[in-house]
């Protein structure tokens, strides 16, 4: 929600409340190059293997539909150099878009601990091919997809706290939908405290 005299493209009419609904389309964010020092070497292999290479760089970085691909090819990457599942690679694991990002949310599970022998994590890896692994390939594996849905949740954060404090009003509700922030498990706590750390002193936001 922008005030109208900050909108330059803007030819409507001006009557109250004199504020306009802005879709950001923030996606492409980063299209011009500004976020490539933030990308590895998978997103920018992602990127070029998709169907809109160079476009949409931060949607590629963030959202539930390449989650599970970037952590496949951690995974994968982890094995081929035998620090995981003794150098095993299954077919499944080498297949691109193999490791559904819905992996992310169960391997990450509250009760998916060692003290529950990683049962979750396990079901995940007997699913694309993979037994008989030890505590530390469990312990492994879920660090790899907790690094990659924190990033993805400090990303989006990042942008939204940048918007709050644009609006810059002292109470802000923002509302979020999608798969990976219903059902993972953390995903919301990630966002709320991130933005919580970047936005400005004296705003408030909610997200619902």
């Known amino acids: 929600m ?3 005299n900050r909108v330059e493209l803007w030819d409507g009419d001006n009557e109250q409340p004199q504020q306009v609904i802005i879709n950001t389309e923030c996606g492409a964010f980063g299209d ?3 976020i490539d020092f933030l990308r590895t ?3 920018e292999d992602i990127d070029a293997e998709s169907l809109n290479p160079g476009k ?3 949607e590629k970085m963030i959202s539930g539909m390449y989650m599970g691909e970037i952590a496949r090819r951690y995974i994968e990457k982890l094995a081929s150099k035998k620090l995981l599942f003794k150098g095993e690679i299954s ?9 559904y990002t819905k992996y992310i949310s169960e391997i990450e ?10 049962q979750k994590t396990r079901q995940v890896l007997d699913e694309i091919g993979i037994d008989n692994v030890t505590l530390e390939d469990c312990r492994i594996v879920q660090h790899v997809c907790q690094l990659v849905s924190s990033r993805s949740a400090y990303l989006v954060s990042s ?11 002292s109470e802000v509700t923002v509302a979020v939908d999608g798969s990976v922030y219903r059902y993972h498990p953390k995903f919301q706590d990630l966002m709320v405290e991130k933005i919580s750390q970047l936005i400005n002193n004296g705003l408030k936001v909610s997200t619902n």
Do not use: H
Request: charged share 35%; with cysteine; net charge neutral.
């Open 41 to 43: 070497n998978f997103d």
């Open 109 to 118: 599970d509250k009760e998916n601990t060692e003290e529950s022998n990683f």
């Open 32 to 34: 011009n190059g500004c």
């Open 91 to 99: 077919e499944t694991l080498k297949t691109p878009n193999k490791f």
């Open 159 to 169: 942008g939204i706290a940048c918007l709050i404090n644009r609006i810059n009003r």
């Open 56 to 58: 949409q760089k931060y």
């Open 2 to 4: 922008e005030k109208l």
